[in-house]
């Protein structure tokens, strides 16, 4: 386009290719209203010498490279400079937990745990970005739509910035650690009766008619944030690629993001094969595993129901992306229900390391896939584990203390009278 400089970063429709420079607030391709990608010129640097630039700075202990977002900055938002907003966040453990492997019945799983970000789920690393964005283009207000996460970063990062957040959440369908965080960092909580669909639309709305700075995943400099998770682990395994990559399936804003890290990474040479994506829906919302088995053939709609309340969406709206990350990567799709989201989920747990329903999608969709043979029980498997423990605390006490018949995993706690015998007793049980 006329007037944009080739070396800039420019915000691009990939359905018709108009392009917008990168400070231009528009939310949507004012030609298609299609979603913007963000198109970062090459960086100086590519293959060995960029992976050496990059391991380079993991040794930073003050500045924004201690960030786990902003040390891959070239990748994420080159020209951010002086703006940069960071918590900092993202360096998330990659674990290896043989239980959970054994459950799932492979050999070579690691789980890269994405709870471990500042307010407690990957949305830090998008929102850094975003809310970093926000500065430069002088936003006096930032809002998004939320099942919890998105909002409590945003929260968290807009209380930082010093702008007023506003986050419109389902009523009713928000997990209690959630809800907690966008009262206590300080956000304006609007409480809107419907879903988590109808809360974007008035989100999308309430951006167009009153000028306020939309922060939901369709804004593409998230989606640069949420990059990082795809890169931060390439870099933890030596710029080695797994085999797979599974994430839990939403909206679908992390499945493009790991599509676009994962191209980017192939053409700047950081790695030289691509993993197989594989994003896990909850069965009760689940339009995109849908459309995956018509081969794409269409877009589906539907009215969510799940345990995983951060993956409750009926109609994701980053679905044109994520079906480019899918076809790109040779990917799968697939839907698990809520009894394998929450077993898998107890198995996490259980081996120390816990995580919110939702993340547990990932582990139980590896299961599934091993199971069924899409995936070989030799190949390395990374699941990505999205959100924290302590998000859901409800869904923790209705597994184990609630349900009859109680399901397999279950551990409820035990009432005892303050007598040593009544604690041997325990103790023999345990053999
Ligand atoms: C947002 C979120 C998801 C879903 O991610 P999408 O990008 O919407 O697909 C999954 N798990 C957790 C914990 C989340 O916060
Ligand atoms: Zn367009």
Known sequence: MIGIDPRATVQRCPACGHELAETDPRQRCPQCSGLLEIRHPAPAATG??????????????????????????????????????????GNTPLLARPSVAAWVGATDLLLKHEGHNPTGSFKDRGMTVGVTHARRVRATAVACASTGNTGASLAAYAALAGIPALVLVPKGRVALGKLTQLLAYGAR???????????????????????????????????????TIVLELLQQLHWEPPDWILVPAGNLGNTAAFGKALREAHEWGLIRKLPRLAAVQAEGAA?????????????????????ASAISIGNPASYDRAVTAIRETNGVVTAVSDAEILE??????????????????????????????????????V???????????????????????????ANPPIEIEPRVAEIERVLRALG
């Open 383 to 409: 699941a990505v584990l999205t959100g924290h423990i302590l998000k859901d605390p409800d869904a923790i006490t209705r597994y184990h203390d609630g349900a009859t018949p109680l399901p397999p995993h």
């Open 189 to 227: 909580t609007l409480v809107v009766p419907g879903d988590f669909d109808t809360c974007l639309d008035l989100a999308l709305k309430a951006s167009e008619q009153l000028g306020v700075y939309l922060l939901n995943s369709i804004n593409p400099f998230r989606v640069e944030g949420q990059k």
């Open 48 to 89: 060995a010498a960029l992976r050496a630039l990059l391991d380079a700075r993991c040794g930073n202990r003050s500045g924004p490279f201690v960030s786990g977002v902003w040390r891959f900055r070239e990748l994420v938002l080159p020209g951010a400079g002086e703006d940069v907003l960071s918590y900092p966040e």
């Open 344 to 381: 898998a989920k107890a198995v996490v747990d259980a081996s120390g390391v816990g995580c919110e329903p939702a993340s547990a999608a990932s582990v139980a969709g590896a299961r599934q896939l091993v199971r069924k043979g899409v995936i070989r029980r030799d190949e390395r498997l």
């Open 287 to 307: 339009p995109f595993a849908r459309s995956f088995a018509e081969g794409f053939a269409r877009r589906h709609k539907v009215e969510a129901h799940t345990v």
